[in-house]
């Protein structure tokens, strides 16, 4: 799915940029020199993504240093890469199995890459909270809100909702102009 988000249009844009390029080769070298560094720069961008993606299929963290290292890290590449203030107040779960630990990580991921690549938002703050035998996770923005179509049929949010599905858990989306509240209970006893 995150390929879909983000590879896959990558990809179909430098189709485009390459054709482009074959047909500037001889008419326009210049602009055609200027396409190709774009090309380079975006191949460079999805490189990167990739990794990205590879690293969160079993992030390395988990196995090495566990739940407070991965969100730890999560942290630091999402405050590091926007300019939104960010704030995270997230319990440890080292307690929670394994397999639940992983899942919420990804669901955790995919609410925060969705915050920092489509919401324009100034302010993110995310907290989980392990309270009457469930996790209580809570997404908060102050974006621009999300599109009902893409509220429901965005492979993101199917993502998220499938996740939370197989941990028998529950997620509720509450969008407006003034942002988006993701809300997510996973039950662990």
Known sequence: RDLHDSTTQSLTSLVHKTELCTKLIDKDPVRCKLELFSVNKCLREIIEDMRGLIYDLRPMS?????WDASIERLYRDVDQKSDMNVTFDIDSINSVDNVIQITVYRILREAVTNVYKHAKASRLY????IQNKEIYLEIRDDGIGIQSDIKENHFGMQFMREKVKLLNGSMAVDTGN???????TIPIG
Do not use: K, M, Q, S
């Open 62 to 66: 988990f196995d090495d240093f566990g």
């Open 126 to 129: 995310v907290t989980l909270h």
């Open 178 to 184: 003034t942002g988006t509240t993701v809300i997510v």
